[in-house]
């Protein structure tokens, strides 16, 4: 069985909950045979998915949402890479069905969420599995008359499958397909270095780990001096400049290569970042304080933050007071509104693939 599976490339967290979710599909079914397809940073994909043996097709199966930084849609940007990508989907769509016909093996496509999978799917002949929280005809539908044949064609492809896997904090998705609901998705935390285990659990002040996501935010390193009785955790930049000034402050602490942010949850108390679904789930699994700066213009944050609100122990920030150091770490957090999820929507997304795949495929 060839389980191949198209990934957004617009952010990391596509990328993370298929992480999580192909390593209890590899436990379940090790015989499997896992592909991975995207254009999300190499060198994240496989840190991911460094626990599980899969082959990595660097696709760009969509767009997404182009954005200016972390918290800022690009509207303008997205419709000119959405026709670049028109005219290119042809060919990589040829391309992808000749590699996995030439497999010579059984196969179920996943869509998290390129709408393209669905045309990928059917010139396979293969059950397509969706598996998300939102569509791109959610996301494009309020962004005016300008999208609205980038809605249709999604929301056309989003309902033509076997199985949506709908994950917590879901826009509408009325694609008219079965269902199955999700708990939060999350990866288990792996053991990180000696060193740094030491430091974070000998660590006189609280640990708070900082995340905006893949474009990172740049905040300007002199704003967590601010805050002397709180130790920060950082990815590592890709600015050199950046990464030098932040060494030179004495709270903060950069993960090395190979640590993940979920790697160090569990020796932190508070997170600091926007809203995003895979670090909302990593750390309420945790039951981390999230402490969430409001984003505008991406129609997934206004149901993230619902979410928030009734799942999660939480602080809600303005951009403003993000960008003046005002993070009210030494605040109490607001409690739940209706209590805490539980972290078992992996396997049960795993199990619920293992099905469509013994029912649908292995009986043909």
């Known amino acids: 069985m060839l389980i191949y599976v198209c990934i957004s490339s617009h952010g990391f967290g596509h990328a993370a909950r298929q992480a999580a979710m192909l390593k209890q599909l590899h436990s379940l079914c090790p015989e499997w045979r896992l592909v991975i397809s995207t254009m999300v940073d190499r060198r994240f994909l496989e840190l991911a998915f460094r626990d599980i043996p899969v082959v990595l097709r660097p696709v760009q199966w969509d767009v997404g949402m182009l954005q200016a930084d972390a918290l800022g849609a690009d509207p303008i940007a997205t419709l000119e890479a959405l026709q670049d990508l028109e005219h290119a989907l042809p060919q990589r769509l040829d391309q992808e069905v000749a590699w996995i016909s030439r497999q010579e093996s059984p196969v179920l496509v996943i869509g998290d969420i390129p709408p393209v999978a669905a045309e990928l799917a059917e010139r396979l002949q293969a059950p397509l599995v969706w598996m998300g929280n939102f569509g791109w005809d959610d996301i494009y539908a309020p962004l005016g008359s300008a999208f609205e044949g980038w809605v249709r064609r999604a929301r056309d492809c989003y309902q033509r499958g076997s199985l949506l896997l709908r994950c917590p904090f879901s826009l509408a998705m009325n694609w008219k397909l079965p269902e199955t609901s999700l708990t939060l998705v999350a990866a288990e935390p792996r053991s990180i270095p000696s ?15 900082v995340g905006f ?51 160090v949850m569990p020796y932190c108390s508070r997170h600091l970042g926007k809203p995003g679904f895979s670090s909302f789930c990593e750390a309420m699994a945790a039951d981390l304080g999230l402490h969430v700066v409001e984003r505008q213009g991406f129609a997934e944050a206004t149901t993230l933050m619902e979410g928030l609100r009734l799942h999660a122990s939480h602080r809600i920030l303005r951009r403003e007071d993000l960008e003046a150091g005002r993070w009210a770490l030494d605040q109490p957090l607001q409690p739940p509104a209706h209590g805490k999820l539980i972290a078992t929507g992996a396997i049960e997304a795993a199990k619920a693939v293992q099905r469509v795949a013994t029912d649908t495929v292995q009986q043909d």
Request: hydrophobic share 40%; no cysteine.
């Open 195 to 209: 060193a740094l285990e030491a430091e974070l659990q000998q660590s006189p002040s609280p640990n708070v780990l």
């Open 213 to 263: 996501g893949g474009l990172g935010l740049g905040l300007e390193p002199s704003l967590f001096a601010r805050w002397p009785d709180h130790r920060f955790l950082l990815n590592l930049p890709g600015n050199r400049d950046l990464r030098e000034r932040l060494a030179l402050i004495s709270n903060v602490t950069l993960l090395p290569n190979g640590v993940r942010p979920l790697d």
